[in-house]
């Protein structure tokens, strides 16, 4: 499930699904751009903070949704789906109110992707930043190495996407994929501190925020164009990976 709690002017969206280290499916994206709608529509709002509960940020999307996917990944019920995980964090990345991710444990895949969504990150020293696409057989998807490449360059992209490397959290402050490292325990008090600072003025907050992301949102390409240029190569190595 999704916690949406508001205090002092702050969203703070949880991913609560300990069970499967906060693995995306249909239903949690859907409940996630829910959390992400009723915090916009509420005036008093000022930022908004996601982070993971159970010690892990998130996992991915949950592996029996992909698998599911790739035995027709064309056929329209199922492409729409995995479009549904893309919504998540997109979605992210479309809040009227600066953003903040609170790192701790494991960001893998699509769970990378929900942290770059965001405006900053906080991220425990420990983390593990993970692109692990290939390792699973499966083409990155989601508009994931212009995510990369938008916040690091093209090397980290290069580096984590294709070549598998681990991202430590204290690594990803010197790439640029983070802004502060902390001990976990630290990380999410430290990104309400932040998080307090603009939704002190909520109006004044989303108008800021809307001139940073105009000019220098990421990805480089339109993310509705990165993400067309990832899927069809994604929905073939889930079809492939299937058997089909």
């Known amino acids: 499930m999704i916690d949406l709690e508001i205090s002092e002017g702050v969203a703070f969206i949880t991913l609560n699904a300990p069970a499967t280290r906060n693995a995306l499916n249909n239903e949690l994206a859907a409940q996630f751009v829910a959390a992400c709608d009723e915090a916009d529509r509420d005036p008093s709002v000022g930022a908004a903070v996601i982070r993971g509960a159970g010690g892990t940020f998130c996992s991915g999307a949950e592996r029996g949704h992909l698998d599911d996917v790739g035995r027709d990944p064309v056929e329209e019920s199922r492409y729409e789906s995995l479009g549904g ?3 998540a964090f997109t979605r992210v990345g479309q809040l009227e109110v600066p953003s903040i991710a609170a790192v701790r444990g494991a960001a ?53 996407g294709i070549f598998g490397e681990e ?13 502060e490292a902390l001990p976990s325990e630290q990380v999410e008090e430290r990104a309400a501190e932040l998080a307090r600072r603009p939704a002190r003025d909520p109006r004044l907050a989303r108008k800021a925020t809307a001139s940073l992301r105009t000019e220098l949102g990421p990805p480089r390409l339109p993310w509705p164009a990165a993400l067309e240029v990832e899927r069809g190569a994604q929905l073939w190595s889930l079809r492939r990976r299937a058997g089909q």
Do not use: K
């Open 108 to 160: 893998v895949g699509a769970g990378i992707n929900l942290a770059l969504a965001t405006d900053l990150r906080i991220v425990a020293e420990d983390a593990r930043l993970i692109s692990g696409f290939l390792r699973i057989g499966l083409h990155p998807g989601g508009g994931h190495f212009g995510l990369l490449a938008g916040r690091a360059g093209a090397e980290a992209a290069a580096a984590a």
């Open 85 to 87: 995980i893309y919504r």
């Open 167 to 179: 991202i430590s959290g204290l690594r990803a402050v010197q790439l640029g994929l983070a802004w």
